[in-house]
Structures are given as structure tokens and as C-alpha cells.
């Protein structure tokens, strides 16, 4: 069975632009929940979709922003990019929504300059 | 707000030691997830443990539950260079869903 994959894996821009993330699940899997991942504050919860509907929310300003497809698919979105964005964003999927086991992607490294 | 402490933050043995990592949180988890990450990839699942006091072994590595569901520990035998990266323990809210990670310990296994 094949994992989670996302898309791209690594991506650059610049202060100001906008991005957005891709995420597949695993086959079967409903729930996808994103993660920020930086050396200094770690990995931080960033929201989870479920059957199209977004159930939890972390602590991230209103630029950051997802949507789950009715095939699982996942997207995320930060616009006004700031330094500060620069991190690995972590996407996992899992069968059932607030579920504890989770499965991770390879991650976007995105880099903002 | 949930916190889950891991400690040591760095570890850097050489092979063949034993070594321990603790998470501790001063909350009440429904249960535990142990992940393993290595540079470039996302975390990979170890273990799951939900009854307090439990133990489980996955051949050198050995994970236990608190009592109280509040703390856990990683224990490696023999720690081989193949050991080596990120170990990341996360809690699971029975309240608000998500799961809270903690900082991570970075082991460095050494030939």
C-alpha cells in the first residue's frame, strides 16, 4: 500500500507570495491533518480535515489555510508569506478523524526569502 | 495548554550503550505515540501505548505507559548507529483531538 505523498517536496519563494501544499493519503484513509515543524518551536499542530470538513484547529494566524477533496486529497495554503514560514510542513493521514494513530508524509521544505 | 517535556533534548552515545529518553507532561493523555524521524523524512510510527502502566518491546526498544497516563519512557538496549535520529513522543487529547508532540530527543549513535 502505498504512503502518504506530498507535493512538492521542496519549494522557495519569496516574502509576500502565496503557496499551496499538496497531500495524498493512504488509500482508505479519511482524516488528514497538517503539522509546521521548525527547530526552535518543533512540530505544531496546524489543522485536520475529515471528510471534507475541517474539525480542529491549531494556533496559526488566518493565512494559513486547508482543504480536503472528496477523494481525501489535501491542500494547504499560506498567503503574505513571512520569514518566519520557512519550515517543514508535515501532512498525515489516518483512518478516523481525531485518531492517535497517525501516518506522515515526507514533508514540503519550504524556504521563504 | 498540554506540554509534553522530553528530556534529554540531545543524546550522544556510543555504540552498544543503553540509553533512555523520557516524556513527561503534567496531563492526563488518552495515550502515546513514540515516533522515529530521520533527516528529510516525516516521523514513523513506533509504538502506541493507552493503558497506564503498559509496556510493549519492539526488539532492543522497550515502551512504558505511567500509571497515571501522564508520562512515558524509551528505552534502547544496546543502541546501534542504525538508531540514530529523532525520537518524538506526542499525547493524544481526549478533549481536543489533536495530538500534542514534544520537542524531541536527537540521538546520535556512534561506531
Known amino acids: 500500500k502505498a504512503g502518504v505523498t506530498q507535493t512538492p517536496r521542496y519549494l522557495i519563494k519569496t516574502r509576500g507570495q502565496q503557496v499551496t501544499l499538496s497531500c495524498s493519503p493512504i488509500?482508505?484513509?479519511?482524516?488528514v491533518s497538517w503539522y509546521q515543524q521548525t527547530p526552535g518551536q518543533g512540530l505544531q499542530f496546524l489543522f485536520e480535515?475529515?471528510?471534507?470538513?475541517?474539525?480542529n484547529k491549531g494556533n496559526f494566524p488566518g493565512r494559513f489555510s486547508g482543504r480536503q477533496f472528496s477523494n481525501s486529497r489535501s491542500e494547504m495554503n499560506v498567503s503574505t508569506l513571512e520569514l518566519g514560514d520557512s519550515a517543514l510542513y508535515l501532512c498525515?493521514?489516518?483512518?478516523?478523524?481525531?485518531?492517535?494513530?497517525?501516518?506522515f508524509g515526507p514533508g514540503t521544505r519550504l524556504t521563504v526569502t | 495548554t498540554q506540554l509534553l517535556e522530553q528530556s534529554p533534548q540531545f543524546l550522544s552515545i556510543q555504540e552498544g550503550e543503553n540509553l533512555t529518553v523520557y516524556c513527561n507532561s503534567s496531563s492526563v493523555f488518552s495515550s502515546l505515540q513514540w515516533y522515529r524521524q530521520e533527516p528529510g523524512e516525516g516521523p514513523v510510527l513506533l509504538v502506541t501505548v493507552v493503558t497506564g502502566g503498559e509496556v510493549k518491546k519492539l526488539k532492543r526498544l522497550t515502551f512504558q505507559f505511567g500509571d497515571a497516563r501522564k508520562d512515558s519512557s524509551l528505552h534502547i538496549t544496546a543502541a546501534q548507529p542504525g538508531d540514530t535520529g529523532l525520537y518524538l513522543c506526542a499525547g493524544a487529547s481526549s478533549n481536543t483531538g489533536k495530538l500534542i508532540f514534544g520537542q524531541g530527543t536527537t540521538l546520535q549513535v556512534k561506531p
Open positions: 498525515a493521514s489516518s483512518r478516523q478523524a481525531s485518531s492517535y494513530e497517525q501516518y
Open positions: 480535515y475529515f471528510s471534507e470538513t475541517q474539525r
Open positions: 488509500s482508505g484513509h479519511r482524516s
